[in-house]
């Protein structure tokens, strides 16, 4: 099977700019997530969605990061304005129920 | 909420001796404990898992033994090869799968020729 998708694989932007990344999960599969992951440590959950409902948002900084699921399989994941400390790696994963997560390649986002 | 510690963050190697590598979690209701391994630049791939109604399980040269009690669980990796060079990640999470995993900080294993 295909696994996680997402693009682009590497950002590099200007502070204060927007940027977004893409994601399209394993098919079938309802639950996506979005990790961040900064350098030398482990994946720190962002969001969670059930299908197109986002059921877990507690860790996302609703102040410049937004998310959206709108038909239940890809999904984007947007900062603006993005800032010096949003340097790190954006991971996508996907899972079925009961089954442990499956990883994207992530993107690369390099905030100057 | 749940707290995974890792232990060591770096672990060298001689090639075809074993690596353990340890994780404690605090959640007693954790029930769910991955493994996974980062090469450079590569995604996280999962490598085994254990179920808290499990001790241990064994795939090929990589197991993982789970303490309910003291809450800790380890990786081995007996007969060290090359390619096991990377980093590896231990999680915990109380959903069963992979809803609601709390990462350990990593281990950067290195294989010494």
């Known amino acids: 099977e295909a696994g996680v998708v997402q693009s682009p694989r590497y950002k590099i932007i200007e502070k204060k700019q927007p940027v977004a990344f893409w994601c399209n999960p394993i098919?079938?599969?309802?639950?996506l997530y979005w990790y961040l992951q900064n350098l030398g440590q482990g994946p720190e959950l962002l969001i969670r969605y059930e299908n197109e409902e986002a059921v877990d948002d507690s860790q996302l900084p609703k102040d410049r990061f937004s998310a959206e699921r709108l038909k239940g399989v890809d999904s984007t994941l947007k900062i603006q304005p993005a800032e010096l400390g949003d340097s790190a790696v954006y991971l996508c994963a996907s899972s079925a129920s009961g089954t442990s997560l499956s990883f994207g390649p992530g993107t690369r986002l390099t905030v100057l | 909420g749940e707290n995974v510690e890792q232990h060591p963050s770096t672990l060298s190697v001689q090639e075809g001796d074993s690596a353990v590598i340890k994780c404690t979690y605090s959640?007693?209701?954790?029930?769910?404990f991955p493994w996974y391994k980062q090469e450079l630049g590569k995604r996280p791939q999962l490598i085994i898992d254990?179920?808290?109604?499990?001790g241990e399980k064994k795939d090929q040269r990589i197991a993982v033994t789970l303490n309910k009690t003291a809450k800790h669980f380890s990786l081995h990796i007996t007969e060290t090869q090359p390619e096991d060079s990377a980093v590896y990640f231990c999680a915990a999470g109380s959903g069963g799968g992979a809803d609601g995993l709390t990462f350990g900080k990593g281990t950067h294993l290195i294989i010494q020729p």
């Open positions: 254990i179920r808290s109604n499990v």
């Open positions: 959640d007693s209701a954790s029930n769910y």
């Open positions: 098919s079938g599969h309802n639950t």
